[in-house]
């Protein structure tokens, strides 16, 4: 089946610094993925989607600057967020529609990335 | 902008109860989609409706879209301790091709 590598799984980063995630389709191409963060005990919250080779849609509230999308090839989607302050501590998460086969409807999600800045 | 809703926002049961969660929309749904979160996991597709008043059955897991596509139903019949998790449900819009989460039930089953 479909299945997408994010990594790192954890980062604790320094107020200020920006940190990267990177989200990987192993085993198809994924023309388009998606970021969402999620909070504790909270439901996904759709912040961009990215587009390889173009640039990045951001949902309404959410800081293209802050959060930098790059989909540069068709497996391969990062999110960077910069200047990262504590607020941004949270649960990201990358998605992408899986091409091919009988459980194509679903999208498949990465495993998470949980950002902490200190 | 569109709400999904999803009621109740938490559950325990023991083993062997049943257990439904309930999943309204502020507009009308495109497709809905439900996915599982085991804690500390990341969400796994269990299934997509599309059509009006459907009803889907994986083993234990009975899913039903309303006729009016506005609300969804996701049952479990004699829960296990496997079955723990969050499960929500998602809007699929088919023009963007991007998920609208609901708010997410989270079940606790108890052996």
């Known amino acids: 089946g479909a299945v997408v590598s994010q990594h790192p799984s954890r980062v604790i980063c320094k107020s200020g610094t920006s940190v990267k995630i990177e989200c990987r389709s192993l085993?198809?191409?994924?023309?388009?993925m998606f970021w969402y963060r999620q909070f504790p005990k909270k439901s996904l919250m759709l912040m961009a989607t990215?587009?390889?080779?173009?640039?990045?849609?951001?949902e309404q509230g959410v800081e293209k600057d802050k959060f930098l999308i790059n989909h540069a090839s068709l497996t391969l989607s990062t999110l960077t967020v910069t200047s990262a302050h504590p607020e941004d501590s949270s649960f990201y998460i990358c998605?992408?529609?899986?091409?091919?086969?009988?459980?194509?409807?679903?999208?498949?999600f990465g495993s998470g990335t949980r950002l902490t800045v200190v | 902008g569109q709400q999904v809703m999803q009621i109740p926002q938490y559950q325990h049961v023991q083993e062997g109860e049943d257990f439904t969660t309930y999943c309204n929309s502020s507009?009308?749904?495109?497709?809905i989609q439900w996915y599982k979160q085991r804690p500390g996991g990341h969400p796994v597709f269990l299934i997509q409706l599309v059509k009006s008043g459907e009803v889907k059955k994986q083993k234990r897991l009975t899913f039903q879209f309303g006729e009016a596509k506005k609300n969804s139903s996701l049952h479990i019949t004699a829960t296990q301790t496997t079955d723990v998790g969050t499960y929500f449900c998602?809007?699929?819009?088919?023009?963007?091709?991007?998920?609208?989460f609901g708010t997410g039930t989270r079940l606790l089953v108890s052996p």
């Open positions: 507009t009308t749904l495109s497709n």
């Open positions: 990215s587009n390889e080779g173009s640039k990045a849609t951001y």
């Open positions: 998605s992408a529609k899986g091409a091919g086969g009988p459980n194509t409807y679903g999208y498949t």
């Open positions: 998602a809007d699929m819009n088919t023009g963007f091709q991007k998920l609208v």
């Open positions: 085993d198809f191409q994924a023309t388009t």
